[in-house]
Structures are given as C-alpha cells and as structure tokens.
C-alpha cells in the first residue's frame, strides 16, 4: 500500500503543476487581453482625437481660404474701378515685361553675315549690348522680337543656335539681329555708338543706329519662383 501511495504521489504531483501551470497562463493571458484591449481602446481615443483635431483645421483652412478668395475678388474690383490702381498696375505690367510697349528709342541692326567678319555675334556680345542699353537707360528692350526682362537668359544652343527667353532668335544661314530700346534717344544713341559699335565694325560687322518711334512685344512667358517668396512684415 505504501508503495502504491508513493508510486501515485508522483503523478498527482505532476498533474498539479501542470493544472497551475495552465492557471497561471491563463490567468496572464486573460491580463494580456485585457491589456491589449486596454491599448486599443486607448489609440481608438487617440485616432478619434487625431480626426477630429483635422477635422477641425480643415474647417479653419476651409474658413481662411474663403476669406482670402474675397478679399481676392474685391480686389480685383478695386483694381477695375480704381484708375489710380490701374496706372500702378499698369507701370509693373511694363516693368516686368508683360505689358507691350511703344515711344521713342533707337533701333540698331547688326550683320555678321559677311565674309569680312571675323567672328560672329556671341551670347556674350549680346549680353553686354544688352547691359549697354540697360546703362543707359533703356526702359524696355526686345532682340529679333524677344522682350528682355529680368528673368531673360542668352544662352548657346549646339553650335551656332542663340536662344533668347528660349526662343532660337538666328538661323544657321544667319540672319540680322535687330536690337530695340526705348528711352531717351540721345544718351541711348551716343552710349550705344560710343561703346558697342566701334568693336563690332573692327571684327567687320556692319551696324546700323536710328532713331525712331518704337513698338516692342510684351514677354511670352511665365514667371515661376520655387525659392523666392514674398516677406510677411
């Protein structure tokens, strides 16, 4: 008997750990759940607050972009009724080159199709006639039909193609360039005469100055700013 008690002892002993072992895990498993559900309840509230808080900035976004498209409309019926606003409208349009423009200037022709030329116009001759007239007061600028505006680039495409504002201004058989400033007649002509025509008759260029009422295009393309922004004060 004694035997058999011990015999059976080992067992029941197994048997016991194992049941609290099992206890035990689901004792922690039901915290584990309770936790999780705890967490989830938890980030659900978080989520809820979230969207709503977005919610909410929507609508004020919603509210500012309103206000400001009024503010936006009124202006411009500010700007179409008020002939002060108008004239100061109209003076950046010419400023920045989008307004077409016409008076008196100077017309300069320039041909480097001759045999006697030494080397033809460059983007570098170009620029510096450009500044030339700049100096000397030009109020506005156009080269083969090109605005020149702030923005305007004169670059070298493939060998003997001038793009100006992007835009081929010369052929590959050459062509005239034809350079217009409008400003005061007498300074444009006696800078540009002075300065400019000289060099370019040495490298056998033929160059032509004339005085005369000018019209000069308005810019054709688009102003874009990725890093420039304005200054709030």
Known sequence: MQ???RSLALPVTLVAIALGFLISLQVQTQKNVSAAEQISAERLNQMNSVLANSQAQNAKLQETHRNLVEQLDAARKR??????????????????GTQAVEGPGIQISIDDRSKKVLFPLSTDDIARMINTLKFAGAEAISLNGQRIVSTTAVVLSGNSTILVNQVPINRAEGIPYELDAIGDQD??????????????????????ITRKTLSIPSFKGAYTYKYAKPVVP
Do not use: C, M
């Open 187 to 208: 300074t444009l002509f006696d800078y540009f005469s002075k300065l400019e025509a000289p060099a370019l008759k040495q490298n056998g260029q033929t160059v032509s």
């Open 79 to 96: 700007v179409g009724t008020d002939p002060q606003l108008l004239e100061q409208l109209k003076q950046l349009q010419i400023l920045e």
């Open 3 to 5: 035997r058999w008690k």
